[in-house]
């Protein structure tokens, strides 16, 4: 099992840019799919970015597109999510996850699939205003 903690949110301005971290322990996030969603109020969880394993193909769900970038340190084994030019609608808690089952289709598994992540972090606020 890989245990997740997320560091790195907070209150920003619109157009403004934050870090998110993702520190993987137990195991190493090689061996999965790892990816970010977030979760507005009154709204559904949401897939955000994603890297499968293998090619490390990437996901970016639109609204993110060339503003969120994923990426993952495999010698820290941590992940991050950055993100610039942000929108008050980028507000949510974002929460970091990983599966094994998802290694070569990270999106797929969600959106296709309609499958859930088996290990998530315990999520970080952002809220962007001014």
């Known amino acids: 099992q890989v245990q997740l903690v997320e560091s790195g949110g907070g209150l920003v301005q619109p157009g403004g840019s934050l870090r998110l971290s993702c520190a993987a322990s137990?195991?190493?996030?090689?061996?999965?799919?790892i990816g970010w969603f977030r979760q507005a109020p009154g709204q559904e969880r949401e897939l955000v970015t994603c890297?499968?394993?293998?090619?490390?193909?990437?996901y970016y769900a639109e609204s993110v597109k060339g503003r969120f970038t994923i990426s993952r340190d495999n010698a820290k084994n941590t992940m991050y999510l950055q993100m610039n030019s942000l929108k008050p609608e980028d507000g949510a808690v974002y929460y970091c996850?990983?599966?094994?089952?998802?290694?070569?289709?990270?999106?797929?598994?969600?959106?296709?699939?309609?499958?859930?992540?088996?290990?998530w972090g315990q999520g970080t606020q952002v809220t962007v205003s001014s």
């Open positions: 890297i499968s394993g293998g090619d490390g193909t990437t």
């Open positions: 996850a990983a599966d094994s089952l998802a290694y070569y289709h990270c999106s797929g598994y969600v959106l296709v699939q309609n499958l859930t992540y088996d290990y």
């Open positions: 137990g195991h190493t996030l090689d061996d999965y799919a």
